[in-house]
């Protein structure tokens, strides 16, 4: 399995961005799709998970009803972390992350036997 972020850039406070995981090799429909994040100097943080086959979506509380975790209609091995409403305390690097089965309320303190590289955001004026 191969995952391929990106999206990352660049974006003012208040502002929003769209990030993109391309994903490849599954051979099952059942399969967690999470993003991660790390700022400089803090601990990984799960931020947004989704269930392929399945639908139910988790979030961190700090990215709820900003950020929101998908699949793309046309491409079905593409998922996106639409995120609005930035936040500088947003900036991080992102990673895309999958495993089999599926995420659960404490998806992050699963497993995840794939990740993608990480592609930077940086919420600044």
């Known amino acids: 399995v191969q995952l391929q972020a990106s999206g990352g850039g660049l974006v003012q406070p208040g502002g929003s961005l769209r990030l993109s995981c391309a994903a490849s090799?599954?051979?099952?429909?059942?399969?967690?799709i999470a993003w991660f994040r790390q700022a400089p100097g803090q601990e990984r943080e799960g931020v947004a998970c989704l269930t392929n086959g399945e639908g139910y979506t988790y979030y961190a509380e700090s990215v709820k009803a900003r950020f929101t975790i998908s699949r793309d209609n046309a491409k079905n091995t593409v998922y996106h972390l639409q995120m609005n409403s930035l936040k500088p305390e947003d900036t991080a690097v992102y990673y895309c992350?999958?495993?089999?089965?599926?995420?659960?309320?404490?998806?992050?303190?699963?497993?995840?036997?794939?990740w993608g590289q990480g592609t930077l955001v940086t919420v600044s004026s």
């Open positions: 090799g599954w051979t099952s429909d059942y399969y967690a």
């Open positions: 992350a999958t495993t089999r089965g599926i995420c659960g309320t404490y998806y992050y303190t699963r497993r995840f036997d794939y």
